[in-house]
C-alpha cells in the first residue's frame, strides 16, 4: 500500500479553522478602506507565460520562479508578482485609455525559495495599481491608501519608510557604473550587505569619495533633514530631481494629515528593477518582514505595448497578520456564530430549531443547527 501523504511540501500550508475566519475578515477590512479610494476589482490568472515575467521585465529571477510547460511546449510560470501581470492585462484591455486606471486585486503569489531561508514559498497579497498618472499627487495618493489600510487592520504602530530608485541610479550615473555593476551593487545594498558593497567598489576601481557615499547613504534616514543630506551627497541632475520629488511628496502628505508615519531612508532599494522613482516600505512590530511594499514603475507598461506611468502597492496578508498576532491585536469579526443545539429524539424540538435557525439566516445572521449529543 502507497503511503499517504497528509502533510503540504516545505514553504506552503492549510490555513483553516478561527485562523482563516480572521484572514477573510482583514480582507474584507482592508478591501472596503480600498474601495474608498475609487479602486475597480480585477483578477488575473494564477499562471502566466514565462515572458510576463522574464528578466527584460526586471521582478522575480528565474530561479525563483516555478515553471511548467503546457500541452504546446510554452513556458508557464505561477505568478510570483502581481504588478508585471496588471501590467499586462491593463496594455491589452486599456491600450487606449488615458485617464487615470484604478485597479485593485486579491490573490497569492509563488516564489521558488530556498527552504533555508525559512520563508512561506505561497503567500496572499493584496493590492492596488494606479496606472496613466505620474504626479506626486498620486504617489501621496498611495502612501496614504497604505496608512488608511493599516490603521483599519488594528495595528498600533507602524512605520512608512520611503525612498527613490532614481536616486540611486543618479548616483550610480555619477559614479561612472555600468547597468550590470548597478543591479549587482542595488542587492548588495538590499541585503545590507555593506562588506560586499564596499569590494564591488573596489574591485571596479571606484574613487573613495564615491566608495564613502554608497556606504553613507544607507545610514541615511529620517525626517526631512535626511533629505537635505542626500542632497548634498550629490551632483547629477537626476538625483537631485529625486529629492525635489520627495520634497514635494512630503508637502502633499501633510495635506492627507500621515505625515507622523512617515520616514525617509535613501538607501532603500528594491530587488524589483521595473521601480522607475518613489519607493516604500511599511513596517511593524514584532515582524521582520515588510508588510507592505509599493512603488513607481513608469516603464513597465511599456514592455507590453502600452506606454503610460503607473504606481502601486502590495499588502503581505501573511505577514500583516503575523504581527496582529504577536501584537495581541484581536480582529474583530462582524458577525458570530450562532450554535442551536436539538433533541434528536425530539421531533418536535428539531422543527422548532429549524424554524428559529431558518429565521435567523434571514435576518443575515450565520447559524449551525446540530443535535446535541454531536460534538463541538
Do not use: W
Given at each position: 500500500m502507497s503511503k499517504r501523504i497528509i502533510h503540504t511540501p516545505e514553504g506552503v500550508r492549510d490555513i483553516y479553522g478561527k485562523e482563516y475566519t480572521r484572514q477573510l475578515q482583514l480582507q474584507e477590512t482592508i478591501r472596503n478602506v480600498i474601495k474608498q479610494y475609487g479602486y475597480d476589482d480585477i483578477q488575473t490568472p494564477t499562471f502566466e507565460f514565462f515572458d510576463v515575467f522574464s528578466k527584460e521585465i526586471g521582478t522575480t529571477p528565474s530561479q525563483e520562479l516555478y515553471k511548467f510547460f503546457d500541452k504546446e511546449n510554452n513556458t508557464l510560470v505561477l505568478?510570483?508578482?502581481?504588478?508585471?501581470?496588471?501590467?499586462?492585462?491593463?496594455?491589452?484591455?486599456?491600450?487606449?485609455?488615458?485617464?487615470?486606471?484604478?485597479?485593485?486585486?486579491?490573490?497569492?503569489?509563488?516564489?521558488?525559495?530556498?527552504?533555508?531561508?525559512?520563508?512561506?514559498?505561497e503567500v496572499t497579497q493584496m493590492g492596488v495599481e494606479l496606472i496613466n498618472d505620474d504626479s506626486v499627487e498620486?504617489?501621496?495618493?498611495?502612501?496614504?491608501?497604505?496608512?488608511?489600510?493599516l490603521k483599519a487592520s488594528g495595528v498600533?504602530?507602524?512605520?512608512?519608510?520611503?525612498g527613490e530608485a532614481e536616486y540611486f541610479k543618479?548616483?550610480?550615473?555619477?559614479?561612472?557604473l555600468d547597468e550590470e555593476t548597478e543591479k549587482q551593487l542595488r542587492a548588495f545594498v538590499s541585503g545590507k550587505?555593506?562588506?560586499?558593497?564596499?569590494?564591488?567598489?573596489?574591485?571596479?576601481?571606484?574613487?573613495?569619495?564615491?566608495?564613502?557615499?554608497?556606504?553613507?547613504?544607507?545610514?541615511?534616514f529620517g525626517n526631512m533633514g535626511s533629505l537635505t543630506e542626500a542632497r548634498a551627497l550629490v551632483k547629477n541632475e537626476r538625483s537631485v530631481y529625486a529629492i525635489d520629488r520627495l520634497e514635494k511628496l512630503?508637502?502633499?502628505?501633510?495635506?492627507?494629515?500621515?505625515?507622523?508615519?512617515?520616514?525617509?531612508?535613501?538607501?532603500?532599494?528594491?530587488?524589483?528593477?521595473?521601480?522607475?522613482?518613489?519607493?516604500?516600505?511599511?513596517?511593524?512590530?514584532?515582524?521582520?518582514?515588510?508588510?507592505?511594499?509599493?512603488g513607481r514603475y513608469d516603464k513597465l507598461l511599456g514592455h507590453f505595448g502600452k506606454q503610460a506611468p503607473a504606481i502601486g502597492f502590495a499588502i503581505v496578508v501573511d505577514h500583516l497578520l503575523e504581527a496582529l498576532m504577536r501584537q495581541q491585536v484581536p480582529i474583530q469579526l462582524k458577525k458570530q456564530k450562532h450554535v442551536l443545539q436539538y433533541d434528536p429524539n425530539d421531533e418536535k424540538?428539531?422543527?422548532n430549531k429549524l424554524q428559529e435557525c431558518i429565521a435567523l439566516r434571514t435576518a443575515g445572521e450565520y447559524v449551525e443547527l446540530k443535535a446535541a449529543s454531536s460534538k463541538s
Open positions: 505568478r510570483p508578482d502581481f504588478t508585471p501581470a496588471i501590467a499586462r492585462c491593463a496594455s491589452k484591455y486599456f491600450m487606449d485609455e488615458t485617464e487615470p486606471i484604478r485597479l485593485c486585486y486579491l490573490g497569492n503569489t509563488y516564489t521558488n525559495t530556498n527552504n533555508l531561508q525559512g520563508k512561506l514559498k498620486a504617489d501621496a495618493e498611495m502612501i496614504s491608501l497604505v496608512v488608511d489600510a498600533p504602530k507602524f512605520q512608512i519608510a520611503i543618479g548616483l550610480c550615473e555619477e559614479a561612472g550587505n555593506y562588506f560586499a558593497v564596499e569590494q564591488l567598489l573596489q574591485d571596479c576601481n571606484v574613487s573613495e569619495y564615491y566608495k564613502e557615499i554608497f556606504l553613507r547613504i544607507a545610514d541615511i512630503y508637502q502633499v502628505l501633510k495635506l492627507y494629515q500621515v505625515e507622523e508615519y512617515i520616514s525617509f531612508d535613501l538607501g532603500m532599494v528594491s530587488k524589483y528593477h521595473y521601480y522607475t522613482g518613489v519607493i516604500f516600505k511599511a513596517f511593524t512590530t514584532g515582524i521582520g518582514n515588510a508588510v507592505v511594499t509599493g424540538d428539531y422543527v
